[in-house]
C-alpha cells in the first residue's frame, strides 16, 4: 500500500467555477406561451347540435362530419363549404 502512494501520489483535483445561474433553464415569456393556433383559418358552420363525429377522406379533400341534430355534412376543407347534407333523422 504505501508503494502504491509512493508511484501514484494523490493529486488535488481542479474544481470548475460554475456559475449557478446559468444552470437555470431560459424560460419563454407568458406572453410566448399562448394556445396555437392564435387564429382561425376555416369555419365549418351548418349544424345545428353538437358534432359527434368526424372523418376525413385520405386524400385530405374532404371532411364527414355527423352531429346530434340527425344530419351527414360533406365539407370541403380547402373552403369549408358543406357540399352536402343528408338528413338521418328518421332513419
Do not use: M
Amino acid at each position: 500500500r504505501c508503494l502504491d502512494l509512493y508511484l501514484c501520489p494523490r493529486t488535488r483535483k481542479k474544481r470548475i467555477n460554475v456559475d449557478p445561474e446559468s444552470l437555470l433553464p431560459k424560460l419563454p415569456k407568458p406572453k410566448d406561451l399562448q394556445p396555437f393556433p392564435t387564429w382561425q383559418s376555416v369555419a365549418f358552420e351548418g349544424h345545428t347540435d353538437k358534432v359527434c363525429s368526424v372523418a376525413v377522406d385520405p386524400s385530405g379533400q374532404w371532411i364527414a362530419s355527423g352531429s346530434a341534430d340527425g344530419t351527414v355534412r360533406l365539407w370541403e376543407i380547402w373552403s369549408g363549404r358543406c357540399s352536402r347534407t343528408w338528413d338521418l333523422q328518421g332513419a
